[in-house]
Structures are given as structure tokens and as C-alpha cells.
């Protein structure tokens, strides 16, 4: 009942800002409560006031796709019925309502926490709970109040080496009873992929009538995920999944998004260079502000690429006497292909890197159809032999100013992370991963997360 009211009041909140838009453009009362009504069912027949345990993107895609609907409904009712001089009004509503409802749902959900929440029960205590773990840190929106995690090695010859924080192991699975009552859980999530049928079923059979939902992880994931459908074929579950090469209106639409996004990103390096050009010590200048770098393009041919200078003249060389002198820095290089704590890296390269400006020169790449605002890592040549057989995958797009890799941890991620979520964005690939992808860099970059 609790949550009902919870989504009363988002109508509710829904109808006030119709209404005062609606007032605002002089709509009459009549027009008004129609169009509402049509809005207010588009919303119900979409499940729109589920609150769902989701990810803001996804609401966010939820939301446009209603809105769309909704704008072709309002354009199709005002030319054959009410009027065109009504089409500026629901444009707007179109346009806005998407925020609105997501700032809306947003504080409705931090204010109504304790009748939205979904207490999650982890059932796995490896590498799969640890990822699920951190995704669900990163994103509150979800609503998931991790309880803890229960261990099944002792489940069927299950063994899952420990990757999770000990002191929230909650129990053996002989006390998943005790501790779903005891955490009042209503939700679990399984993070064991390579539980065979016989354990599967035995988890999911002890745990009906106990909580609300169960999910589970499967052994395909971060292979296809992004463009996924489950299918129920006669009583055989079948994930349907397709590779989304950018070809087609998609390939169009993608470089008309590069050189928009190409147009501003030159524009900013007039004043960013002039920034840059402060900043730099005198002895610095003389090499130049500057530099190119040759990486591995479209296809495997080479490019190259425009970088402003963040490391110092040399740099290169400077490495190889480093790595010869320092095995634990070899090792960090040959890991990483970058070191944490690089002395190479000038005062201003700091800042550059820090911030991600040192990439704003590649806008110059971008818009030259070299490189593609999102996309995969552009690699060195000397990292091909370490790409192994990713190498094929990767260079069948078109190399990134951000990517995968940027929105994952950025230079936290390992040398073989940013090779799989390169791989995964290539098997995955749409417009709409790339705009989820845009507004996470911008995220990132302004928290400062992850990069050195």
C-alpha cells in the first residue's frame, strides 16, 4: 500500500507540472485534461511508475521512448483535431517532462528509502559478486540495500575463491533461511555463472515463497549483455543477441554525432591551448605545446594521433632506462602500459591528464574521421603483439577519445580490462551505448575519477 501511495504521489507531481505549462501557453481546460489523460496512460501501458530497481540509464531510455510516443501522439491529435497552435506546447512537455520525471523519481526515491528499497542477498562470493558489488555502489539509483552475501562452497562441490569483503558473509547456504528472515531480504541476485543445472536448481527451488524475486548471473555474461533479450521458446529460456556493427544509417548517424561533437572540441582548444600555454614553464615551451603519436587505427592502419605534451622531452627513452634499472616498474608497465606514480610527467601533464584536457587535441583526429568521439582505445603499435586475439575485434572500429575503459575506471583498469570492455563495446555497440558512454566520461572527468 506503502508503495502505491509513493506512486500516486509522482502522478500527482506530474500533473502539477502539466497543469502550469499547460496554463502557461493558455490551453484550455478540456484540451488539457485529454492530453493528460493520454500521458498519464502512456505512462501506465510503459510501467513507467514501477520504480523498478534499474539503472538510471535505463530509466532514462525509458523515459524518451514515452516521450517520443507521446509526441507523435499530441502531433497526429493537434493537426487532425485540436489545432497546430497547440504543437509548441507539447513539444515542450515532450522535451522536459523526460528531466522533470528523472529528477523527480530521483528525489522521490532518496526520500521514500526506506519503502522503496529492495534488501539484496548476494548468493556467491567470487568475482561475479565482487563486480555486481561494485556496480551497485556506483549506482544508488537501483535502490539495492546490499545486506551481505552467503557462501554456497559447500553447495554440490561448489568452491568460489573469497574476492568479497569477509565480514559480510552472512552465513553458509545451510543459514540462507535464518538470514533472509533475519535481514527481512526480499531479493537475491546468484553470482554464480558456472553453477551447473543441478545447483541452479536446487538454490532457486530452496528460495521460492522466500523473497520477492531471484535473479542470476549466466555464464555468457559481459560477452553480450547490452543488446540482450531473454526469450521464453516453449519453456526453453534463449538469450537473444546480435553483433551491432556501425554500418548503415547508424554508421551516418554516428559521424554526424562525431563532427558536431568534433566542431566544439576544436573550438575549446583555441582558449584550452592559450590555458596550456600559461601554464607551461619556459624550458617546456621549446619543445612545444604539442606532439603526435602513431596508434593503431581503423582496420590495423596506422594513424596518427594529436596529444598536447604532458610528459617530458624524451620521455620514451627516459622509460626504457627506468624498466631496465626497476623490475617492479617494468612489471607495473607491462600490466598497466602506464605507471601511477610517473616521474616523466611534467607539472602541467599532470593537471592534463588529471583532467583528461591532454585528449582534446584528438577532437583534430575525430573530425578528420581518424578517430570517433566514443570508441575503443586507440593502441600503440607495440601493444599488438599483447592484444592477442582481441587485436581483430578491436580495430574493426574506430579508436576513441573516450570509451569503455574511460567509464569503467579509466587508468584504474589493468592493460587485459580495457582489452575485454573494447571487445564487449564491440560486440555490443549502438547509439545509445555511445550517449550512456558520453555522459558517464562527463561524469568521470568531473569527479576526477580514476585517472592518472
Not at 538469450?239 to 556501425?246: E, K, R, T
Amino acid at each position: 500500500m506503502k508503495r502505491q501511495s509513493v506512486k500516486i504521489l509522482m502522478i500527482i507531481l506530474q500533473f502539477i507540472f502539466y497543469f502550469g505549462v499547460n496554463k502557461l501557453f493558455n490551453v484550455p481546460d478540456r484540451i488539457m485534461y485529454n492530453t493528460f489523460f493520454i500521458y498519464l496512460i502512456l505512462n501506465l501501458t510503459k510501467n513507467m511508475y514501477s520504480f523498478k530497481t534499474i539503472l538510471i540509464w535505463e530509466e532514462l531510455r525509458k523515459q524518451l521512448r514515452v516521450h517520443i510516443e507521446y509526441l507523435i501522439v499530441m502531433l497526429i491529435n493537434d493537426i487532425a483535431f485540436w489545432g497546430v497552435k497547440y504543437i509548441p506546447v507539447h513539444l515542450v512537455i515532450g522535451i522536459t517532462f523526460t528531466f522533470f520525471n528523472i529528477l523527480i523519481i530521483k528525489i522521490i526515491r532518496k526520500q521514500f528509502i526506506s519503502i522503496l528499497e529492495k534488501r539484496l542477498l548476494i548468493i556467491g562470493v567470487g568475482n561475479t559478486a565482487r563486480e555486481l558489488t561494485k556496480i551497485i555502489g556506483e549506482n544508488s539509483f537501483t535502490m539495492y540495500n546490499l545486506r551481505g552475501y552467503i557462501s554456497a562452497n559447500n553447495l554440490l562441490g561448489v568452491h568460489q575463491e573469497v574476492c568479497i569483503d569477509k565480514d559480510k558473509i552472512l552465513g553458509t547456504y545451510e543459514e540462507i533461511e535464518q538470514v533472509i528472515s533475519d535481514k527481512r531480504i526480499n531479493e537475491v541476485i546468484i553470482a554464480m555463472p558456472l553453477a551447473d543445472n543441478n545447483q541452479m536448481f536446487e538454490i532457486i527451488n530452496n528460495l521460492d515463497g522466500k523473497v520477492n524475486k531471484v535473479k542470476f548471473v549466466p555464464e555468457l555474461n559481459g560477452v553480450y549483455t547490452f543488446n540482450s533479450e531473454i526469450e521464453d521458446y516453449d519453456g526453453t529460456m534463449l538469450i537473444s543477441a546480435q553483433i551491432n556493427y556501425v554500418r548503415g544509417i547508424s554508421r551516418f548517424l554516428k559521424r554526424v554525432m562525431d563532427i558536431g561533437i568534433g566542431i566544439v572540441g576544436v573550438l575549446s582548444l583555441i582558449p584550452l591551448t592559450i590555458l596550456v600555454w600559461v601554464k607551461t614553464d619556459s624550458e617546456e615551451r621549446k619543445h612545444g605545446l604539442f606532439f603526435t603519436q602513431d596508434r593503431i587505427g581503423k582496420d590495423g592502419k596506422s594513424i596518427k594521433i594529436y596529444k598536447y605534451r604532458s610528459m617530458v622531452t624524451g620521455a620514451d627513452k627516459i622509460l626504457e632506462e627506468m624498466m631496465a634499472k626497476d623490475e617492479k616498474i617494468r612489471e607495473e608497465y607491462e600490466k598497466n602500459k602506464k605507471l601511477k606514480d610517473d616521474p616523466r610527467i611534467t607539472k602541467v601533464g599532470e593537471f592534463l591528464r588529471r583532467t583528461s584536457l591532454d585528449e582534446f587535441p584528438q577532437f583534430i583526429n575525430v573530425l578528420k574521421g581518424e578517430m570517433s568521439f566514443v570508441g575503443p582505445r586507440p593502441y600503440l603499435p607495440r601493444e599488438k603483439k599483447d592484444m592477442g586475439e582481441y587485436y581483430g575485434k578491436i580495430i574493426k572500429s574506430k579508436p576513441g577519445i573516450t570509451g569503455m575503459w574511460q567509464t569503467h575506471g579509466r587508468s584504474e583498469t589493468d592493460f587485459e580490462e580495457r582489452l575485454e570492455l573494447d571487445e564487449y563495446y564491440y560486440r555490443n555497440w549502438s547509439l545509445w551505448l555511445d550517449i550512456v558512454i558520453i555522459i558517464k566520461t562527463i561524469k568521470n572527468v568531473i569527479g576526477g575519477k580514476g585517472a592518472y
